[in-house]
């Protein structure tokens, strides 16, 4: 079964710039989280994704943060316009959703560098 | 606020000798605890969980106690082993939810 897919793996961007994150979850996973680690923390949960619907967003912000799943599969995540910050390893999981298998996978993350 | 905290940045044991990782939460409403382990360049992947209804949960070297009471749990790997030098996420979810709450992170150096 292949896992959480994410890209790019890196991103180095200057300030201001906009910048995109993609995310493909498990095949059949209908839950799909978006974190936030930053160097020596643990993630942070940025948004997450029932199907199509994004039923927590509270911690992302919305200024200069958007996503999208618009077919309930893959994900993406935009930053516009970045702010040094925002340097830090982004982070998309996926679970099943259900009460058995609600645990998650996660990617390998992107690091993003904002200079 | 941090709600799950890991008050050990960094543990260093010998090859072969146990590892003991600590956690403690604030919320006296998470009931259900996970242990991440995360190798550099790669994403956290689930190493053991225990419910709120149990104070030990055993997968093979890997054991994870709850003191409820103490809202503090442990993550005991005997014998500790040089693949298992990682960063271990402590991590807590509330009843019926799916949103976790990480810990910073313990990086466990095993020495050869």
């Known amino acids: 079964e292949a896992g959480v897919v994410q890209s790019p793996r890196y991103k180095i961007i200057e300030k201001k710039q906009p910048v995109a994150f993609w995310c493909n979850p498990i095949s059949g996973h209908n839950t799909l989280y978006w974190y936030l680690q930053n160097l020596g923390q643990g993630p942070e949960l940025l948004i997450r994704y029932e199907n199509e619907e994004a039923v927590d967003d509270s911690q992302l912000p919305k200024d200069r943060f958007s996503a999208e799943r618009l077919k309930g599969v893959d994900s993406t995540l935009k930053i516009q316009p970045a702010e040094l910050g925002d340097s830090a390893v982004y982070l998309c999981a996926s679970s099943r959703g259900d009460r058995i298998g609600r645990e998650q996978f996660f990617g390998p993350g992107t690091r993003l560098t904002v200079l | ?112």
């Open chain 2, 1 to 112: 606020d941090q709600q799950v905290k890991q008050n050990s940045p960094s543990l260093s044991v010998q090859e072969g000798r146990i590892s003991i990782l600590n956690c403690d939460y604030t919320n006296s409403m998470f009931d259900y605890f996970l242990w991440y382990k995360k190798y550099p360049a790669e994403g956290p992947t689930f190493l053991i969980s225990i419910s709120s209804i149990k104070d030990k949960n055993e997968d093979g070297r890997f054991t994870v106690f709850l003191n409820k009471s103490a809202k503090h749990l442990s993550l005991h790997i005997v014998p500790s082993q040089p693949g298992d030098s990682a960063v271990y996420f402590c991590a807590a979810r509330f009843s019926g939810a799916n949103n976790l709450f990480f810990g910073t992170g313990t990086r466990l150096t095993v020495i050869p």
